[in-house]
């Protein structure tokens, strides 16, 4: 390493030969205010930032495994969404009920109201996760058709209630064009 030490040593003195103290400073000093006035402006990727805060700031309404999402508005079980299956197809191992509990939901997406169907996922032991109990529009249980607190694989082979799934089967009257 000896090149380098020399190498070095060299540029050092002629540096010290040709170079005034002076004109050294002034040389760092306009390095120093250059840096601090062109960083600042310099063309930051702030991509990454914003997708960071637009991730956080999550719509729930459109996330169908929260109890938030648009379709849930009248559920009342454990979300398939969070036990294998979708927000309208049930795990696989399990069945779709037979009968089921229906209700309207407002999409904030279009601005319409649609019929959902709560159909439960049956053959399996309860899922456990992503309980939600939404139950807009339901009445006391006194009056079973307006009454969703109801293990609907009742007409099931299988009677072993896993999860609930929404799927949209029609459009509300006041949101049809
Ligand atoms: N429809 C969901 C459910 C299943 C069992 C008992 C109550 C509610």
Same mark, same amino acid.
């Given at each position: 390493?000896?090149?380098? /030490?020399?190498?070095?040593?060299?540029?050092?003195?002629?540096?010290?030969? *040709?170079? $005034? &103290?002076? %004109?050294?400073? *002034?040389?760092?000093?306009?390095?120093?205010?250059? $840096?601090?006035?062109?960083?600042?402006?310099?063309?930051? /990727? &702030?991509?990454?930032?914003?997708?960071?805060?637009?991730?956080?700031?999550?719509?729930?309404? !459109? +996330? +169908? *495994?929260?109890?938030?999402?648009? &379709?849930?508005?009248?559920?009342?079980?454990?979300?398939?969404?969070?036990?294998?299956?979708?927000? %309208?197809?049930?795990?696989? =191992?399990?069945?779709? #009920?037979?009968?089921?509990?229906?209700? *309207?939901?407002?999409?904030?997406? /279009?601005?319409?109201? @649609?019929?959902?169907? @709560? !159909? +439960?996922?049956?053959?399996?032991?309860?899922?456990?996760?992503?309980?939600?109990?939404? !139950?807009?529009?339901?009445?006391? =249980? @006194? &009056?079973?058709?307006?009454?969703?607190?109801?293990?609907?694989?009742?007409?099931?082979?299988?009677?072993? @209630?896993?999860?609930?799934?929404?799927?949209?089967?029609?459009?509300?009257? #006041?949101?049809? /064009?």
């Amino acid at each position: 390493m000896k090149w380098f /030490d020399d190498f070095f040593e060299s540029k050092a003195r002629r540096a010290a030969q *040709t170079i $005034s &103290r002076r %004109s050294a400073l *002034t040389r760092i000093g306009k390095l120093l205010v250059g $840096s601090a006035l062109l960083l600042p402006v310099l063309p930051f /990727d &702030r991509v990454g930032k914003e997708a960071l805060a637009a991730g956080k700031k999550k719509d729930k309404r !459109n +996330d +169908d *495994t929260e109890c938030e999402y648009w &379709r849930y508005c009248a559920v009342d079980g454990f979300l398939c969404t969070c036990c294998g299956g979708t927000n %309208s197809s049930c795990p696989p =191992g399990t069945e779709v #009920s037979k009968v089921t509990w229906v209700g *309207t939901c407002h999409n904030p997406n /279009d601005g319409k109201d @649609y019929l959902i169907s @709560y !159909n +439960d996922c049956c053959g399996a032991t309860t899922c456990g996760r992503c309980l939600c109990n939404s !139950n807009e529009g339901e009445r006391p =249980g @006194y &009056r079973m058709g307006v009454h969703n607190d109801i293990n609907w694989c009742m007409a099931n082979s299988s009677n072993m @209630y896993h999860c609930t799934v929404a799927a949209v089967v029609g459009i509300g009257e #006041s949101g049809k /064009d």
